[in-house]
């Protein structure tokens, strides 16, 4: 084992740490010695949006040392920021294995700090918490969460007074503060519990109110309340919300997938808890069959993430892309609001680069201001804060099954997504008409936009360098052609400059810098390629499009789309 390993190993063997922490450290020792080395070979990356890490001992782990140090490190911070004002924070969690735990251990540490602590009584969506935030006048936030990641996966987000997540300088100021920290025993454990304060019940109807209030059509509800709706959490917190949000809105109809409702951090019906995934929407589709329901939707464990399912023109049950509930979601807030009188002049919305082009082609269209940021709803928050003087936020999205409507909280927030995705099922059921069937409508309207996703996985200690690899030899030289269409632009974001390959023209991007490539082909395809900032992946991003004149087209134009990106992934060996 490498020497500075093993003196990590030994620090925590002879350290202040419990006595279950080094009897696994020595079980690792002599049984699983390469899993001792993953444990400790580096320390879990405090990055701008938190920690994410497998749960267990050492550095790069998640456990309570880890989590403490980091929340020390955050406490530091707000001192230093805030000075002598009052500093409030909130705490929550999602169903994970010790997310409980590690919500409780924030909570102690902030509060042994002299920080007022406003800790939910138990699980809870994620977007709550945002809106907890905002609604108490706090500082900051932290919710514990892996969101969709595997079973072994836990998580800390830390989030701003504002709600968001935290961006530029705080993001790196946090960073900092908690990397000081050397050791646990600079770690404040305990004492001042009066500073912490359990919420519940108020907070949660508070939170309902303010998304019942985001319901555009009422009184389309009234008349179609018994809209068959299938609702299934993933084993997550949205079983503690969403429900009741719906019979709030005035759904009587609504099935949950029992073999899914039950919290369980060890997901045991699904390999990913991620609505992403066609497996883990599989027992909601199999209910949606069984009652010939109107709509399917399903969430993620911290209920940020929004899956639906809906019939398609055939009458065949599909499940849709993230890109395709946000076309129509941008739709449908942007015409209701029209067709109800309640838009305005300054109204905007906000999308991400590797997003759809054809939600800001909707907004485009209908006189409505539309913005992309970088990925993540960190960056619309941060869009929000820079534009709220002159502009008014009405919805926000970006293609990773995530939906952020309305000014109530600053994170995406699956708790209104499905409501309002409801509402707009009850809409077109009144019309006499499904949901696809408006979808192929703005394909007609606004071009026939299709997207598609590839995510490799490089784990382990040399998973990050092989991401860096690829990167590199995509930005040093770039492909010439993708799927016999000649490149002709190169958006590189980490640098914060375009280039026009055909007549030469360089520009500067406008948005901070952030490690994404995106190639644009002749033929009009995007091509995008970005690594996770959260887990060893790299993710490849395809868009391409073409016009749709009729709906008896459908068929033979979605499967040229289709066609298209086989053909570019083929051509780039992905």
Known sequence: MDSTILNKVNEWLQGNYDDATKAAIKKLQTEREQELTESFYKNLEFGTGGLRGIMGVGTNRMNKYTVGMATQGFSNYLKKVFGNEEIKVAIGHDSRNNSRFFAETTANVFAANGIKVF??????????????????????????????????????????????????????????????????????WNGNE???????????????????????YPEVIAKQHDLKIVYTPIHGTGITIVPETLKRFGFTNITIVEEQATPDGNFPTVVYPNPEETEAMSMGLKKAIAIDADILCGTDPDSDRVGIGIKNHK?????????????????????????????????????????????????????????????????????????????????GGEESFGLMIGQGTRDKDAVSAVALLCEMAAYEKEQGRALYDKLIDLYIQ??????????????????????????????????K?????????????????????????????????????????????????RPSGTEPKIKFYFSVKTELTNKADYDIKFAELENKIKGIIKSMNL
């Not at 942007?334 to 109204?347: F, P, V, W, Y």
Request: neutral net charge.
């Open 119 to 188: 800790l939910f009584e138990a699980l809870r969506p994620t977007p709550e918490l945002s809106f907890a935030i905002r609604y108490l006048g706090c500082k900051a936030g932290v919710v514990c969460t892996a969101s969709h990641n595997p079973k072994e996966y836990n998580g800390y987000k830390a989030y701003w007074n504002d709600g968001s997540q935290l961006v530029p300088p705080h993001d790196k100021n946090v960073i900092k503060e908690v990397e000081a920290i050397s050791s646990v025993d600079e770690v404040k």
């Open 194 to 216: 009066k500073n912490i304060t359990i919420m519940g019940k108020e907070m949660d109807d508070a939170y309902m109110k303010m998304v019942k209030d985001l319901s555009i």
């Open 315 to 395: 009458g065949e049950w599909v499940l849709m892309n993230g890109n395709q509930t946000l076309a129509l979601a941008f739709a449908y807030i942007i015409e209701a609001r029209k067709s109800k009188g309640i838009a305005k002049a300054n109204d905007m919305v906000i999308s991400t680069i590797v997003s759809t082009d054809m939600a800001l082609e909707i907004a485009k269209k209908n006189n409505v201001h539309g913005f992309s940021v970088l990925t993540g709803f960190k960056w619309i928050a941060s869009m929000i804060r820079e534009k709220e003087q002159e502009k008014n936020y009405i919805v």
């Open 446 to 479: 606004y071009g026939f936009y299709y997207e598609s996703l590839v995510s490799i996985t490089k784990k382990g200690m040399n998973g990050q360098k092989e991401i860096a690899d690829m990167m590199e030899g995509y930005r040093s030289n770039p492909p």
């Open 481 to 529: 052609e993708i799927n016999g269409s000649k490149v002709v632009q190169l958006l590189d974001y980490e640098k914060q400059t375009g280039k026009n390959f055909e007549h030469g023209d360089e520009w500067k991007i406008d948005l901070p810098k952030s490690n994404v490539l995106q190639f644009i082909t002749a033929d009009g395809s995007k091509i995008s390629a």
